[in-house]
């Protein structure tokens, strides 16, 4: 008997994006309802072919995944990792019948269960204590087998005081909570656990870790697993799938591909897959010297410069996050909080320009998330592992700091001075 539970062969998945052409400046009315019927017309013949509805007269083929394959055995506990926009999301989404591939093949044998999204596989108007036993019905389980399971669930998630309330009132934290419980207990032979776990504090992340673990090691369940925090998935998981750019980089024991990961990050050249529209960034460097370089000394000071652009008119501030080689965040720095570090910017592109002095850091390569942010009100856009340093050179000196890591973002400082934004318009 065949010990592979999912075997996929040549999977690809094709998005098709509309886009609108570039409007003239003058526009006769002939134009206007030549344009509303040639809309009209691609629309209905968009419907009558069974295709999806696209805005824009400019179609483009995406291609989310294409060319993957691999297998996974039972009891594997497997780490997909990958930049934002590799396809990993879209792939869990197809071994969790979500969505169907639109070439090549997956076999899948056993009942999955999957934890995707925040609400994922929940009915908001149904309470806590009903959404366990239809998610149960889904898998195909019988009533009696829920029932055995019901406590386990309910003192995993914490949360018995609200298991009579509609899951609408529930906050995020306890969706997933509660989410993760009834997947993890409802006996699936395979788990699918997206990056959602980021939303429970630390102790439940921890907590979770350790079922998925368990559920592995002791019950021969089949784990996979996608998350930025290369600490948990080194932990948890024994093998390793590589994705970039929606195709296999590698599949090997989770060591081999987190390595293969950390090399292929480069700066050299920038490139950055934006996803927020409004805020883009365009090129990020640092010098050192007075000389370009992303090889540093971390006892000197270093000046990052970075341009980007905005799409709208707001008043801007940026937060920065140094995380070590296994991505797990050493320092937080919060820009807006100091003095003449928020700024106004009407649309258009601006260059930053700021200097920080690091802490004595040890030999070896850090990570930054970058995020732009409306200060004490909400971050705009988030930016993951956009840049990288290798520090090359390194020695303790006296400095005075208390420098304890944090479980979350790591030890705050204040961070920048002689900030400057250029408008490059």
């Known amino acids: 008997m065949s010990n592979i539970v999912i075997k996929a062969e040549g999977l690809g998945k094709k998005y098709l994006i509309g886009h609108q052409s570039e409007r003239e400046s003058y526009t006769a009315l002939r134009d206007v309802v030549a344009r509303n019927v040639k809309d009209l017309w691609n629309k209905t013949r968009q419907v009558m072919s069974g295709q ?26 497997v780490g997909i990792i990958g930049r934002n926009g590799a396809g990993k999301s879209t792939l869990l989404k197809i071994l969790s019948r979500i969505t169907e591939p639109s070439e090549g093949k997956v076999t899948i044998k056993g009942r999955v269960a999957s934890l995707l999204e925040v609400g994922t596989g929940f009915h908001p108007e149904l309470t806590g204590r009903e959404n366990i036993y239809l998610n149960g019905a889904i ?10 399971k019901f406590d386990e669930i309910v003192d995993f998630a914490e949360v018995e005081k609200f298991l009579d309330t509609p899951v609408k009132r529930y906050s995020s934290g306890m969706y997933v909570r509660l989410a993760f419980a009834v997947a993890a207990h409802l006996e699936p032979e395979i788990l699918v656990v997206d ?32 998350s930025h925090n290369m600490s948990a998935i080194k932990h948890l998981c024994n093998s390793g799938i590589l994705l970039s750019w929606g195709k ?64 709208d008119e707001r008043k801007i501030s940026f937060e920065l996050s140094l995380k070590d080689e296994n991505y797990n965040p050493i320092i937080f720095y919060p820009f807006g909080i100091g003095q003449n570090q928020n700024f106004y910017c009407k649309p258009g592109r601006y260059k930053l320009k700021f200097k920080i002095k690091f802490p004595p850091l040890s030999i070896g390569r850090y990570y930054f998330d970058l995020f732009i942010v409306e200060t004490f009100v909400k971050r705009l856009a988030t930016f993951i592992n956009i840049y990288s340093l290798d520090v090359v050179s390194s020695y303790v000196v006296s400095t005075g700091w208390a420098f304890n890591k944090t479980v979350d973002i790591g ?15």
């Open 411 to 425: 030890s705050i400082m204040q961070c920048a001075d002689d900030f400057e934004l250029i408008n490059l318009e």
């Open 195 to 226: 990056e959602v776990l980021a939303v429970g504090d630390a102790e439940f992340q921890k907590k979770c870790l350790g079922k998925m673990e368990d559920v592995s090691k002791n019950e021969g369940r089949t784990v996979l697993f996608v």
């Open 52 to 77: 999806q509805l696209l805005a824009g007269d400019e179609i483009e083929e995406f291609w989310a995944l294409r060319d993957i394959d691999f297998e996974i055995k039972r009891g594997d506990r």
């Open 139 to 148: 898998l195909g389980m019988t009533r009696n087998e829920i029932k055995k």
């Open 248 to 311: 296999i980089g590698c599949v090997d024991n989770i060591m081999t591909v987190i390595e293969k990961y950390n090399s292929t990050v480069s700066n050299q050249p920038f490139k950055y897959q934006n996803t927020v529209e409004k805020y883009k960034v365009l090129d990020i460097c640092t010098l050192q010297n007075d000389v370009v370089t992303n090889s540093i000394d971390s006892n000197q000071d270093v000046i990052f410069i970075i341009q980007f652009e905005i799409k």
